[in-house]
Structures are given as structure tokens and as C-alpha cells.
């Protein structure tokens, strides 16, 4: 038996810790680019699970390649070897040009990965070498770390003291960022496009500049691309577009 609106708002209420705010309406199923509530109300899907259904809802071949594997294996932890594992690599290495591929549970785990490469790398030239760079208005995660990377103060508030060594510049400034850098500069970590912030994309060559100002400091260059990668842009990644 199918509950209510009613019902289900009063379960989630008395289970649920209450950590987002959230819209009055129980989706109970989608197809393609639209989703239907509890009442059969209609709705195009604008906002993609925060753009996380690429491929919209009750795509046949995902719904089929999940079910298949399903079958086969829910979990296997990294301490094995599976073949889509190492097909899934192979594929992310051919399309993004990279060298390697890691697998993360979020968004904010990569980014929490990105941020632990960088420092790693950096600490082998010199252990103070731990400045990362981000922008205003930038979402990067809910982690403590991804979360001191935000640049949104309002995501701060409640969880100092927060990690240090994280330091803020604005979008397409390329002179703001010149003056912050130094050879203390472990990366600077930037959404290709600004997804939260308003979307907002880069300037003609500001990413050409940034890429050359972390040359010349010996840091590392991190691309976020949650939002941004994955085919959302016309390339398979955003950066590609920008010639960096």
C-alpha cells in the first residue's frame, strides 16, 4: 500500500536527522528527463539528482548493466581485482588523457584525494609547502577539509577549528591569484566552471594563466569537475575545452 505525502513526511521527521532542508514533494519515480511524484504529478527534472543523472532516469542499458552486475557481485573492496574495475580505468584514462584513474564513494572524496596528492607531492620538496588556493563562491564538498576548501564562509560556521592552509581568491582574477602564490603554494583547486557560485565560467585564458603561475611555482593544478565533467559540457571534460 502506497502512503501518503502526509505519512511519509511524518516518518522522515521522527527517523531522519533533519541535515538539509528540503522541498515538499515525495518523488516516487522517473523516466528519461522527467520524474512523477507520490500523486502522479509530472515534473521535468532540472536538476539531475544535482547533476548526477547524466544519463536521466530508467536509462535501459544502465538499468541492465546494474542489474547484470548485481547479479554477479553488490561489493568487492580494493583489496581484489575485478575486470570492471580495470575496464572502468582504462576507459577514464583513454577519455580524459590523465595517467591514472581513482575510484571515490563522493565528489567530496575525490576532492578530499586531490587536496591529500597535493600535499603529499609538495611535502617531498618541502614540508611547509602546503598552501591550497580555491575560489569564492566554490562548493567542494562536505568533508572538513573539502569544506575549508568552499569558499562560501556560511559552510564554515559551527566546525572550527577548521584545517589550515587553505586561502581564497576570486574567479577569473588572475592578478588576485599572482599576488597570493609563492613557492609555499602546494596546488591551487578550481571547479572548471563555477557550479553553485552561479556558473560561471572562465575568462578567455584565465585557466592558460593559472595553469603557468602553478608551473612556475612548482604546484599542482586540481580541476574540479563534479559538476562540470562527465560530457555535461560537450567535451568529456571541461577543461578540454580550455586548452590547459
Wanted: hydrophobic share 35%; proline share 3%.
Amino acid at each position: 500500500m502506497q502512503e501518503t505525502d502526509k505519512d511519509i513526511f511524518e516518518k522522515d521527521a521522527k527517523d531522519y536527522l533533519p541535515v538539509f532542508n528540503r522541498y515538499k514533494i515525495v518523488l516516487d519515480h522517473g523516466e528519461g528527463a522527467y520524474l512523477w511524484d507520490n500523486n502522479g504529478k509530472k515534473y521535468l527534472d532540472f536538476l539531475g539528482g544535482i547533476a548526477v543523472n547524466v544519463l536521466g532516469h530508467d536509462y535501459e542499458p544502465l538499468v541492465t548493466a546494474i542489474s547484470e552486475q548485481a547479479k554477479k557481485l553488490i561489493h568487492c573492496s580494493n583489496l581484489y581485482y575485478t575486470q570492471p574495475q580495470a575496464d572502468a580505468a582504462a576507459k577514464l584514462v583513454e577519455l580524459s588523457g590523465l595517467d591514472k584513474a581513482f575510484f571515490g564513494n563522493s565528489g567530496a572524496e575525490a576532492n578530499e584525494g586531490a587536496i591529500k596528492i597535493a600535499r603529499k607531492y609538495a611535502h617531498q620538496f618541502d614540508p611547509e609547502k602546503s598552501q591550497i588556493i580555491t575560489a569564492w563562491d566554490s562548493f567542494h564538498g562536505r568533508t572538513i577539509a573539502t569544506l575549508t576548501a568552499t569558499g562560501q564562509p556560511k559552510y564554515h560556521e559551527g566546525f572550527g577549528p577548521l584545517p589550515d592552509g587553505f586561502e581564497y581568491v576570486h574567479y577569473n582574477d588572475i592578478e588576485e591569484l599572482e599576488s597570493m602564490m609563492s613557492e609555499k603554494t602546494a596546488a591551487v583547486m578550481l571547479e572548471t566552471i563555477q557550479g553553485e557560485g552561479g556558473v560561471y565560467t572562465p575568462e578567455d585564458n584565465y585557466l592558460k594563466k593559472v595553469r603557468a603561475l602553478c608551473d612556475k611555482y612548482h604546484a599542482l593544478l586540481i580541476f574540479d569537475e563534479i559538476q562540470a565533467g562527465i560530457g555535461r559540457s560537450g567535451k568529456f571534460f571541461a577543461y578540454e575545452k580550455y586548452g590547459v
